[in-house]
């Protein structure tokens, strides 16, 4: 495959991509080539304020498409910003180095932060006919407990040869509902074959495990960014037009004294940095910033639930980040709410 | 409850009867009887055209209404009675439901005070409501009554920090959070100015240049005893009038925790001011005829400063 100046010539790449990974599938039992993976980004910049982890962004044919160009892994990285507040990340380096490079454009670009997709969103294909789940990653890392206490849980189950232990479902349900969902596998059947294959990550990631059509890859990552964009509409309309405060509802209960300790330094996996403002035996008000943005926040916090308060026009995406990096860290289950409605899901 | 954040509280726990709750269960009142409201409005008199800025307004299927916030120990009763006459057909400029006739009117306190024929509700601790037979909106005022001796004192902060009225204990701990952000990695710093613009949130529009610039005084008297005293050597005043990180800054967690530490001393745990008379001051200047905010202050208070009225 030549030089792609075109979105039709990544089609064709990607397409024959799929394609070779089915051969060798269908082969060899199973795929050898580095599989498409897309990374949802949430962006509050357009794409020249922002630049080009490697190299540098040239246009394709098609408006708000590019492909990076330049010394370092050139026609690596295509990135769709045909959306106002998401874009997509589409690569085909392998996994190590597709999320150093995201995972580092993110970090330096204050405004640029990934898609922080809910358990609804991750769960966005339950019961809907062409898919089937095929299973899922949990995870709670126990992070403000000590190394020695740390009540940590990690379990990735690919239902199938899963589903021939008895009583296993009945663990995977419980562990479920009482820890934080960070990957999700499904598959699309048609006429009893799998056409799609993916993986979602609570991070914004997907992972295209198995696919035989480049247009139904796209439009199914498409309509996950669509999902995202409107949730975030939602929830920046709601935060402009009141004073309320989004609620985050936990499964674990949060030790609230190390949960202070922790955002007093900036430190965690949270990246908070908050000061404690108010004191009771089971209710803290902190007030700081969220260092990924650096924009403002006030948190309350209880034993099993948070308040977070956005001021100004700080980026309503610290809502889904706090809360789904809070429940894998720290409090499981975690939900967002306004005004008893489910948001972000 | 500490006096230092009673007007906060104030809007806080009123704001919360918009709302709805999870964890601990709770359902405003307001809410419960389908209000939307809006803290940014200036409304009109029906036929003279003479502007008003009720605190709060809010209109559901049922009904529509005014809140007016006060921690003054003055009858607000002419304030309200003059809200009676706003015009509702400019509802709509607000995303509002419209309605034909006068709004409820209620004075929102922490304390009782005897604001003559307008319905009150007392929002310290745990609610209080007054008068509510006074409201025409059935739904509402069943609503009210079904609500009285809720706890209110685990509701969420709310974005507004500073209020035109803050004293200097209160303008600290207003600016705890955005004094933080001005160590973000290559800071331009804030102003002054700036900082009571995103102290006043959702009310920056309301308050006029002259309160804003009273507001400036007082914030940077505070930021000067942060700067030579709690965060002194890492931060600094620019010519320009910008609080900026010095050179000694570096984002890591022992500084970071260091700053948090010495904020904290200095909005929560000390009273250290260059002047001593600033305890409890009112501010009496800033008032300018710009400031579409304040005049009606004036006629119905002692206290000329009165934000709350």
């Known amino acids: ?345 | 409850m500490a006096e230092l954040d009673r007007r906060i509280v104030l809007w806080r726990n009123t704001i919360a009867l918009f709302h709805e709750r999870n964890r601990p269960r709770f359902i405003g009142p307001f809410r419960k009887a389908g209000y939307a409201y809006r803290v940014e409005t200036a409304l009109s008199i029906r036929r003279t055209g003479e502007e008003r800025n009720p605190d709060i307004v809010a209109s559901s299927p049922s009904g529509w209404l005014v809140i007016e916030l006060t921690c003054n120990d003055h009858s607000k009763a002419d304030k309200l009675d003059s809200y009676r006459k706003i015009d509702p057909r400019n509802l709509g400029l607000y995303g509002l439901q419209i309605h034909q006739s006068a709004p409820d009117t209620i004075c929102s306190r922490l304390s009782e005070v005897d604001d003559g024929e307008h319905s009150q509700i007392i929002v310290k601790d745990t609610v209080v409501v007054k008068k509510v037979d006074l409201l025409s909106d059935e739904v509402l005022r069943l609503a009210l009554l079904d609500f009285s001796g809720t706890d209110l004192t685990r509701l969420p902060t709310i974005p507004i920090g500073l209020l035109p009225e803050s004293k200097n204990h209160e303008v600290r701990r207003g600016l705890v959070a955005i004094v933080m952000q001005i160590f973000q990695p290559d800071s331009k710093g804030k102003t002054a100015y700036q900082m009571v613009e995103e102290g006043l949130d959702k009310l920056s529009d309301k308050v006029g240049a002259g309160r804003k610039t009273a507001m400036k005084r007082r914030v940077e008297k505070e930021m000067e005893v942060l700067m030579n005293h709690h965060l002194k050597g890492y931060l600094e005043l620019k010519g320009d009038g910008s609080y900026v990180p010095t050179g000694r800054f570096r984002e890591h967690p022992k500084t970071l925790e260091r700053i948090s530490s010495a904020l904290q001393e200095w909005a929560y745990t000390t009273q250290q001011c260059i002047d001593p008379s600033d305890f409890g001051a009112v501010e009496h200047d800033g008032r300018g005829s710009e400031d579409g905010y304040t005049p009606e202050d004036d006629r119905t208070t002692s206290d000329p400063g009165s934000f709350m009225r």
């Not at chain 1, 795929?31 to 080009?52: F, H, M, S």
């Open chain 1, 1 to 345: 495959m030549g030089r792609i100046q075109t979105l039709q010539d990544l089609k064709v790449m990607l397409q024959a991509g799929f394609e070779d990974n089915e051969a060798i599938l269908a082969r060899y039992g199973l795929t050898r080539l580095t599989q498409l993976k897309a990374y949802l980004l949430e962006t509050n910049y357009p794409i020249d304020e922002v630049g080009c982890p490697l190299g540098a962004w040239s246009s394709l044919d098609a408006g708000g498409w590019y492909v990076n160009r330049g010394p370092l892994s050139p026609n690596t990285l295509f990135l769709d910003t045909t959306r106002e507040r998401v874009w997509i990340l589409y690569t085909l380096l392998d996994a190590t180095e597709a999320d150093a490079v995201t995972d580092g454009w993110v970090k330096h670009i204050k405004g640029l932060d990934r898609c922080w997709l809910s358990r609804s969103h991750l769960l966005h294909y339950d019961n809907k006919e062409p898919w089937q789940q095929r299973g899922l990653g949990l995870k709670f890392s126990d992070g403000l407990a000590s190394d020695d206490e740390a009540g940590r849980f990690s379990l990735k189950a690919w239902y199938g040869a899963t589903e021939k232990i008895p009583g296993l479902a009945e663990v995977l349900n419980t562990a479920k509902e009482s820890f934080a969902i960070y990957s999700t596998r499904w598959q699309k059947l048609k006429e009893d074959s799998v056409t799609l294959a993916v993986e979602w990550y609570s991070n914004g990631k997907v992972t295209i495990n198995r696919a035989t059509d480049v247009d139904e890859v796209m439009l199914s990552i498409s309509d996950m960014a669509n999902l995202y964009e409107d949730a975030l509409a939602e929830a920046t309309g709601l935060r402009n037009d009141g004073l309320g405060a989004f609620e985050l509802n936990f499964t674990q209960s949060i030790d609230l004294e190390a949960f202070s300790k922790t955002v007093a330094m900036g430190r965690g996996r949270m990246n908070l940095w908050l000061i404690e403002t108010e004191t009771e035996p089971d209710f803290r008000r902190f007030k700081g910033v969220d260092l990924h943005t650096w924009d403002r926040v006030f948190l309350d916090v209880g034993p099993d639930f948070a308040y977070l308060t956005i001021p100004g026009k700080g980026c309503v995406n610290a809502a889904p980040r706090i809360a789904t990096i809070q429940g894998e860290d720290n409090a499981g289950r975690t939900s967002i709410f306004f005004d008893g409605v489910e948001v972000f899901g």
